[in-house]
């Protein structure tokens, strides 16, 4: 065993960087112990199978996440400010590129996606929990050891430096020897088998948990999106699962599935990534879109304008994202009749999606729009997913593509896409659920300054990079004009992109303090329907108890609760008599816990090609898995007098909410 | 607050002004300003997909602002107020059929573009081949016709079409020459082919797109469009002046790192498909693996040397 290498050294920001982990490490274990909180973070949150703070603990991992992607691109971005700059050298700054597209999309964007499928959806559709509680936290604590353990990359045994997707032969260990290919893909084996679980568990949630009342076309339409991207991800990700098995088995047992000798056949890995990694797209933006469409029509005081229309383009799209998947390598020389072929597809897929467009407009017209934060980035995500989707048709094309193709116009159009579609998306939802999940509103004035530093710092930043792409540039280069002779005029474009992007890095850092700021100062919202709201989620307690509907909730067809609340203010709506019944509801677990640490060790031996190590990490994963097939006592029930008291406590505090008002 | 948004107001558009001014000097934007047939045919396509695309986003961005502000809720809005119009099938017809005869129209002339590139920009001059290899981390140019190498740059004739067939001694990359037309990627194993020409004497930049490690931003190469008669007189000065590539001089460009430009009398005979095949050509038959040099395949039948491939040497 060879572990001269074990700890990267040499550089002085990774030096600072093992000097804050330890520090944070330290300080979280003293403060644990201080305050004797071990107890508490282990049954409250470690154990936890309450979709709700599985939901807040998706949430904090994004957020660190977005921290540690977006430290990456800042970098990245303070490389390229001056051509020749020798700030970071070529491996380093191949590592940052790799690191900051992998945390991006697979642990920033997934988690924050998840985060909202857990606090939102049992909510909207009157449900207890998810179908399967247990293996939802299986799912998170494997997302969060995948994370944890490519993370650790970069102190432990160097980075992957192959690019986000590592295309073989270069991913291969001819070009890409050590343990940082491998960091790769167990760290997105382990986090993409979680991702998978969760596919599975809202399809059945969505599809056998709604309250008995509500029909599928009674459905919210976050929860349509959420439906719409987890069948995606059933179909998705299994081709990760298997592509990421066959480049380890040509990593560590000597195949030859994709290397360029021995039969090996390195395009097919490349169609194999993007046969997962297109749909990928589409499974984070869909929730954008279904965050949207609760946002404006609550904002307009409006039904939502075409539901039909919005439920069809959303499978349309889930379901078209499968045959576009050629246009990642349009320059592959796929021949033109395939090229052709997947030039049309992917410019349908832009119809479903110009079309809710026009559905959210029309939701506003004829409404009354109130602009509140989550609004705020809608208003931001319009014109940004606009211009970002005209450029992706432009992509489309595939004989103008040769010309964009992974140059700097190319970055441009996936960033905006995916900032100004799927970030602005997410966000408006956090801004959204917020209340309902803490009981608090984040607040306006910090908010706003995020907002608008994000918005500048995203159209300074990108909107250079299109210009650099016509001016030749290309993706992954770490440092231009270096070589004699060839000066492209790209220095100019550069600063000013690398300003935007330190703009966005102020932004978040507002976001930051505006949630620090309002866990203490925050509006408070003791109604439980902080924005009125128009569906059942609204219609509970912030943050909601434990149980969420104390009785199954009554649905008689779209926006249920506004509706409610209509009968309610004329005087029709008829309470029934409340009779309380026992809940049933799962127990909490340290199984899922626990099997991840063990994945966390199969994970770290593989990437170090320690078998021994790897393989008893895998026993000890079966081995969980047998205990947890023999735990019965897995549940219990919520006496009828602990229902009582929490609703009458609840409503004890909206009514004395209401007399202060008054 | 108020005066704060109005100052990020004037320094964003500052900064976009900036940002235009920096943009004045078209020559620079080498896409815009292509140098050949493939160039100009690849630039009437990003013409026609932004003028397109414009016709949608620009009024669907009016239509946005105007439903922002008319439809804000403010005590004195006179504005209607339908909250329960959710459904118009015949806004619905219109904002699902414009995209989709955009999406027609767009695709006519995607189609069109594709098929054509496929085929030598002009029929009346007899092409040339020059074959590329990806080397970590430099460009190698073989000429069969001339039996010459060169690494780093090349020259070619002006009003001649080229047929690049481009291949890559390990890790896959993307060859590029963004005034003279699009890209396609150069693939260990595989060999194929991408028309180019340029119409006028000239440099054009050329690069790497497709990142191949720690050496891929110093994968810039020069292609140098000169008369057939300078081509000539260059290709025999090279042959006579320039040292041959021998099988040793091969395997040392072979190995990882940076090189100069650098030009060669001779290579060893058959080196391309050598490569071709070391790389797991002999797995793939990669003579059908042309892509979108279709045409290609079929030259061959008249004429063997055409296709920049040593056919003898394929036992």
């Known amino acids: ?662 | 607050m108020r005066k704060w948004t109005k100052l990020a107001k004037y320094s964003f558009l500052t900064l976009l002004g900036m940002v235009l001014l920096a943009g004045c000097d078209r020559s620079k934007y080498i896409v815009l300003d292509p140098k050949g047939p493939v160039g100009h045919e690849e630039l009437r396509l990003i013409i026609i997909s932004v003028i397109l695309c414009a016709v949608v986003i620009i009024p669907v961005i009016g239509i946005f602002v105007y439903i922002a502000i008319r439809y804000r809720d403010t005590p004195d809005n006179k504005a209607p107020y339908q909250p329960e119009w959710a459904d118009s099938k015949v806004l619905e017809v219109i904002w699902w059929g414009i995209p989709v005869v955009i999406v027609a129209i767009l695709g006519v002339f995607t189609a069109k573009t594709t098929l054509n590139l496929t085929k030598p920009p002009v029929k009346d001059v007899k092409p040339i081949v020059i074959q590329v290899t990806s080397l970590d981390w430099k460009w190698m140019f073989t000429y069969p016709d001339k039996k010459i190498a060169t690494v780093n740059y090349a020259e070619i004739p002006a009003g001649v079409p080229v047929q690049f067939v481009l291949t890559s001694s390990g890790t896959m990359n993307s060859f590029w020459v963004p005034q003279l037309g699009g890209q396609e990627y150069t693939m260990p194993g595989m060999s194929m082919g991408l028309w180019l020409q340029a119409d006028k004497t000239g440099e054009y930049f050329g690069s790497g797109a497709n990142f191949t490690g720690k050496g891929f931003a110093h994968m810039q190469f020069r292609v140098k469009s000169v008369t057939q008669e300078n081509f000539n007189k260059w290709a025999d000065s090279v042959k006579k002046n320039s040292p041959a590539l021998t099988n040793q001089g091969y395997k040392n460009l072979e190995k990882p790192g940076l090189e100069k430009e650098l030009s060669f009398s001779s290579y060893p005979k058959g080196l391309y498909e050598d490569i071709v095949n070391k790389h797991g050509g002999t797995y793939m038959d990669h003579m059908n693996h042309m892509g979108d040099s279709s045409s290609m395949s079929d030259m061959k039948k008249d004429d063997k040397s055409m296709s920049g491939m040593d056919m003898e040497h394929n036992k």
């Open chain 1, 1 to 662: 065993m060879d572990t001269s290498h074990f700890f990267v050294t040499g550089d002085p920001m990774i030096y600072g960087a093992d000097v804050s982990i330890v520090l944070a490490v330290v300080a979280i274990v003293f403060c644990l112990t201080y305050f004797k909180k071990w107890g508490w973070i282990w049954r409250e949150w470690i154990t936890t199978v309450d979709h709700k703070k599985i939901g807040i603990m998706y949430l904090l991992a994004a957020l660190l996440m977005l921290f540690r992607g977006g430290v990456d691109a800042l970098l990245m971005r303070a490389q390229l400010a001056v051509p020749n700059a020798h700030f970071l050298e070529s491996e380093h700054y191949n590592e940052i590129f790799t690191t900051h597209g992998t945390i991006m999309i697979l642990f920033m964007a997934m988690p924050f996606m998840f985060a909202l499928f857990n606090m939102v959806v049992p909510l909207q559709i009157g449900a207890r929990d998810v179908a399967f509680p247990a293996l939802n936290a299986i799912s998170f604590w494997l997302f969060f050891i995948g994370a944890m353990l490519f993370n650790l990359s970069f102190v432990i045994g160097g980075s992957p430096n192959a690019g986000w997707l590592s295309y073989p032969p270069l991913s291969e260990s001819a070009f890409s020897p050590g343990p940082g290919q491998n960091y790769w893909i167990w760290g997105i084996q382990i986090s993409g088998i979680g991702s998978l679980a969760t596919g599975i568990n809202f399809v059945v949630t969505i599809l056998k948990m709604r309250t008995p009342s509500m029909r599928l076309r009674d459905m919210p339409l976050f929860t349509w999106s959420t439906l719409a991207s987890s069948i995606a991800i059933l179909g998705a990700f299994p081709i990760l699962t298997v592509t990421l098995a066959m480049l380890t088995i040509d990593r560590l047992l000597g195949g030859h599935f994709f290397t360029s000798t021995a039969g090996g056949n390195p395009m097919m890995y490349v169609n194999l990534i993007w046969m997962w990694g297109h749909p990928e797209v589409y499974i984070v933006v869909l929730p954008a879109f279904g965050v949207f469409s609760e946002v404006v029509a609550t904002f307009s005081k409006k039904r939502i304008f075409g539901y039909s229309s919005m439920v069809f383009s959303m499978i349309a799209i889930s379901v078209v994202s499968y045959y576009t998947w050629v246009h990642h390598f349009f320059t592959m020389g796929a021949g033109a009749d395939v090229n052709i072929v997947f030039a049309i597809c992917t410019m349908i897929i832009a119809i479903p999606t110009g079309v809710k467009v026009f559905n959210w407009l029309f939701t506003m017209f004829r409404g009354r729009v109130r602009i509140t934060q989550p609004m705020l980035w809608f208003y931001a995500f319009v014109p940004c997913f606009l211009v970002g989707g005209a450029t992706g048709v432009m992509l489309a094309a595939a004989p103008a593509d040769y010309q964009y193709h992974n140059s700097y116009f190319l970055i441009a159009h996936f960033h905006q896409v995916l900032i100004g579609g799927v970030v602005f998306g997410y966000l408006a939802g956090m801004y959204y659920w917020f209340p309902k999940i803490f009981g608090f509103k984040l607040n306006d004035r910090l908010g706003k300054w995020g907002f608008w530093l994000w918005q500048i710092g995203f159209y300074v930043c990108f909107m250079p990079q299109y210009a650099l792409g016509f001016m030749g540039m290309t993706r992954r280069i770490y440092t231009y004009n270096a070589s004699a002779g060839w000066d492209m005029g790209w220095a100019p474009l550069n600063m000013v992109s690398t300003v935007g992007a330190f703009l966005m890095g102020i932004g978040f850092i507002f976001q930051v303090w505006q949630i620090v700021y309002s866990i203490k100062h925050g509006e408070r919202d003791v109604t439980g329907d902080a924005w009125d709201g128009r569906t059942l989620e609204w219609s509970i307690p912030s943050p909601a108890p434990v149980y969420n509907f104390a009785i199954l909730p009554e649905v008689k067809g779209r926006d249920a609760w506004w509706y409610q609340k209509q009968e309610m203010k004329n005087g029709d709506y008829q309470e029934k008599p409340v009779k309380y019944e026992p809940i049933h509801m799962p127990k909490n677990t340290g199984v899922p816990f626990i099997m991840a640490c063990f994945f966390f060790i199969a994970g770290f031996g593989f990437t170090f090609e320690w078998m021994w190590m790897g393989v008893a990490g895998l026993i000890g994963v079966v081995v969980t898995l047998f205990v947890r097939s023999f735990q019965y006592d897995t549940d219990y029930y919520i006496p009828v007098e602990e229902i009582e008291r929490t609703e009458n406590e609840y409503r004890n505090r909206v009514l004395s909410a209401q007399q202060t008002a008054n």
